[in-house]
């Protein structure tokens, strides 16, 4: 499942110190923003999600937050595990819930 | 296992065969997609299906052909391929509801020689 050969931004993270991805998105109208997590060899997976009317959401571990004035989305994870390294994917959801996009993906390595 | 299974996962094809992809989810969701992931992209959609009926076709050229005979079944079949084509086919499921949450299979891997 990893994007083999694309050129992905790298965020390096020792082992329990805390990660912070960013993203960028595109479009004003998007109403709903997901974080999705890609493990080697596996299909993306849901970590966590947040509305355009709220600008933080805490799930276990992870937080993100949103300003929309800058249409900018954060994932925070803290007491970063080895078992966080992945292909970090934010998306936006624009126009009902079917159309989702997809950011082009943080990979995350955790040094032990 | 995200209850999403797709078969099967690695598949070779020349660009004159007719091969296809099965993704089938036992979630009982209603909403089925497929995306395609390859190394110069990001994740993009391909098609989706709410009821069995097509509501996305994200100008998706005609040699890629979906099927969905019902809400847990997903076929994409493939025919005269171009090399460009190789890339990871990922299949999702979503219930009709208004979350952004897609369960992904994880992935047929596609290679056209």
């Known amino acids: 499942g990893e994007s083999v050969g694309l050129h992905l931004p790298t965020l390096s993270v020792q082992e329990g110190d805390n990660s912070i991805i960013n993203c960028a998105y595109s479009?004003?109208?998007?109403?709903?923003f997901i974080w999705y997590k890609q493990e080697s060899g596996k299909g993306p997976q849901f970590i966590i999600d947040?509305?355009?009317?709220?600008d933080k959401r805490q799930g276990q571990r992870v937080t993100v937050l949103l300003n929309k004035t800058v249409k900018h989305l954060s994932l925070q994870i803290a007491a970063t595990q080895p078992g966080d390294s992945a292909v970090y994917f934010c998306?936006?959801?624009?126009?009902?819930?079917?159309?989702?996009?997809f950011g082009t993906g943080t990979k995350l390595q955790v040094i032990p | 296992e995200t209850g999403v299974t797709q078969t099967p996962r690695h598949l070779v094809m020349g660009m004159t065969n007719k091969k296809s992809l099965k993704c089938e989810q036992h979630?009982?969701?209603?909403?089925m997609y497929w995306y395609k992931q390859s190394a110069k992209k990001p994740l993009e959609l391909m098609f989706v299906?709410?009821?069995?009926?097509?509501?996305e076709n994200n100008s998706v050229p005609s040699r890629f052909s979906p099927e969905c005979p019902n809400s847990s079944h997903l076929f994409l079949h493939l025919h005269t391929l171009q090399p460009e084509d190789s890339a990871l086919y990922l299949c999702?499921?979503?219930?009709?509801?208004?979350?952004?949450?897609?369960?992904f299979g994880e992935g047929s891997r596609l290679t056209v020689l």
């Open positions: 999702a499921s979503s219930q009709e509801q208004i979350t952004g949450e897609l369960f």
């Open positions: 479009n004003s109208a998007s109403d709903y």
């Open positions: 947040i509305r355009s009317n709220m």
């Open positions: 998306a936006e959801r624009t126009g009902g819930y079917q159309k989702v996009t």
């Open positions: 979630l009982g969701h209603n909403a």
């Open positions: 299906y709410n009821f069995k009926e097509q509501t």
